[in-house]
């Protein structure tokens, strides 16, 4: 504590408050950088740095600290999403079923996902359901049925984003991640994708993918001749790839489904599958592990399930204004921080930090941070430091923007104190930003 003491005094010494601010990270053109930093010791409440810690900044994938604690707070950790499948209408003669096969959709962004493998299986499920009561053919067809509005990407994000794994936006009904494989060379597209269109055209400034918000056409910019060059992209109508597979595992198991609809609403159902997501806990650790822009967005839309995406960062604020942390110069407009309009103080982020590091679910909560040099984002960050594992970031990055947020952790993991570094607008390669924040920790911290 001592030499951190003489480290911060010394460092005032030096430098105004309201000059340049190179004694802080030291990177190339900081006196023209945006810089905040608010870094408390949670065990003495002293606060060892403040910097800028009001300035309104871009946070990027840092915003996902307050979406996870945001629901973390108001859902609980255990809570999961569950998606039933009925049959609605009548059941006819000889395995006949009057009437539609229903998915009852709940925004799960889980579903059939990369990331959560061993609950894979959700059209298997059905086709088991459907032998289990004898069905071989449904006269009528699939319905896909959901509450949520505002569906597919956030109207701020920037369009070269959408096309790319990260920009796939939140749909009623998600699906694999919401992506699929293209082979641009080729035209082929697995699995497939009903509706998407393929373009390539060829360049010679490289690969790029363009797709507009709400279009059916994917514009492919590319170098690569390979006939086999696959890569992912994400798609316009998820449900679209998911009745193109369910079809044909009804048709591989001997059982026909229509194309038009036989029942309404009023209907009477039965029940042949009920899928559950991963539990909430374990969703918002592997968003912020490895920053999942979908997964962010399916949990900030769970505070509002049937309202609009105002709704839900509506209580967001709520919660955080009854907890006294102010949100009143926030601009929040996602969940995941993909959108550059989001602006977010260092002196906010670390109030939500701290309020959870005093909470009930403090342990949880601080287990959702990846540690430096050892998990996701932070598996490079202090990696040969003695702070390696001692220290459980987010980290957040778009284009000249750089941020971190989280704990500093004692042996047990749990948090001694609350680190905020948000950078934006800086002109210097960003390792020069990441090595200057990993100098001004081990500073305070060795």
Not at 339 to 359: D, H, K, Q
């Amino acid at each position: 504590m001592k030499r951190t003491i003489l480290y911060l005094f010394a460092l005032f010494l030096v430098m105004p408050l309201a000059a340049a601010s190179e004694a802080i990270l030291g990177i190339d053109g900081e006196e023209s950088t945006s810089v905040g930093i608010y870094i408390k010791d949670l065990r003495t409440d002293s606060v060892l740095l403040d910097f800028n810690s009001q300035l309104a900044l871009t946070p990027a994938s840092v915003m996902k600290c307050v979406t996870s604690a945001s629901v973390l707070s108001l859902q609980g950790g255990e809570r999961r999403f569950s998606t039933r499948v009925s049959l609605r209408g009548a059941a006819g003669s000889r395995g006949v079923w009057s009437g539609d096969l229903v998915v009852h959709a709940v925004a799960d962004p889980t579903l059939e996902s990369e990331n959560f493998r061993s609950r894979r299986g959700f059209c298997d499920s059905i086709v088991a359901g459907l032998r289990r009561r004898g069905i071989s053919r449904i006269d009528g067809s699939l319905a896909v049925e959901h509450s949520l509005r505002q569906q597919g990407p956030v109207m701020q994000w920037e369009c070269e984003d959408i096309a790319w794994p990260y920009g796939a936006g939140l749909y009623g009904f998600n699906w694999r991640d919401n992506c699929v494989t293209v082979y641009p060379n080729t035209g082929r597209i697995s699995p497939a994708a009903p509706g998407l269109e393929m373009k390539t055209e060829r360049s010679t400034a490289g690969n790029d993918f363009v797709r507009g918000v709400g279009s059916d056409l994917l514009m492919v910019y590319s170098r690569n001749t390979r006939r086999d060059w696959a890569v992912k992209t994400t798609v316009p109508d998820p449900t679209a790839v998911f009745e193109a597979e369910l079809r044909e595992k009804l048709q591989d198991a001997g059982i026909s489904l229509g194309t038009q609809r036989r029942s309404d609403a009023e209907a009477s159902e039965t029940d042949i599958y009920t899928h559950t997501s991963p539990t909430y806990a374990e969703i918002l650790k592997s968003l912020m592990v490895r920053s999942d822009n979908l997964f962010a967005e399916g949990m900030l839309r769970s505070l509002a399930p049937a309202g609009l995406r105002k709704d839900a960062i509506s209580r967001e604020k709520e919660l955080w204004a009854t907890r006294g942390v102010n949100p009143r110069y926030t601009i929040i407009n996602d969940g995941s921080g993909l959108t550059r309009a989001n602006r977010l103080s260092a002196r906010f982020i670390a109030g939500v930090l701290e309020w959870m590091a005093s909470s009930p679910s403090a342990r949880t909560y601080c287990g959702f941070f990846p540690r430096a040099g050892r998990e996701g984002t932070m598996r490079g960050f202090l990696s040969k430091s003695p702070l390696k594992g001692r220290v459980a970031l987010k980290t957040g990055s778009v284009s000249s923007v750089q941020a971190y947020a989280g704990y500093c952790i004692d042996d047990d993991g749990m948090p001694t104190h609350v680190v905020v570094v948000l950078v934006n607008g800086f002109f210097c390669p960003r390792s020069q930003v990441r090595k200057g924040t990993e100098q001004l920790l081990e500073q305070l911290f060795l």
